[in-house]
Nanobody
Framework: QVQLVESGGGSVQAGGSLRLSCAVS????????MSWFRQAPGKEREGVAR????????TYANSVKGRFAASQDMAKNTFDLQMNSLKSEDSATYYC??????????????????WGQGTEVTVSA
């Protein structure tokens, strides 16, 4: 059974950077969807970055495009999210999520069956 554990959250001033990591235990398949989501208090969970496992490309939400970069190391079973030029509106709990079945790689939370516990990011103005 796949388990996900996020780390790397913390507090940073606006304009700063953080690197989140999602450690995967268990066996994941290539060609599946791994996405990063975030949820701020009182707001809906939103997708920010997504990759195909074993793939080279990532796609991003417009709100983070050009500032965030998703990467993966299949040998280490880790998925990272580099966040630069952070803004106060980036403050949220960040989650990585994995979709076990084959299918489209989306930003729709119900499409994902495995979630990490989240890591909190606070950006102060």
């Amino acid at each position: 059974q796949v388990q996900l554990v996020e780390s790397g959250g913390g507090s940073v001033q606006a304009g700063g950077s953080l690197r989140l990591s999602c450690a995967v235990s268990g066996s994941i398949n290539l060609g599946r969807c791994m996405s990063w989501f975030r949820q701020a208090p009182g707001k809906e969970r939103e997708g920010v970055a997504r990759v195909w496992t074993g793939g080279k490309w990532a796609t991003y939400a417009n709100s983070v495009k050009g500032r965030f970069a998703a990467s993966q190391d299949m040998a280490k079973n880790t998925f990272d999210l580099q966040m630069n030029s952070l803004k106060s509106e980036d403050s949220a709990t960040y989650y990585c999520a994995y979709r076990t079945p084959e299918g489209p790689c989306t930003f729709d939370p119900p499409d994902f069956d495995t979630w990490g516990q989240g890591t909190e990011v606070t950006v102060s103005a």
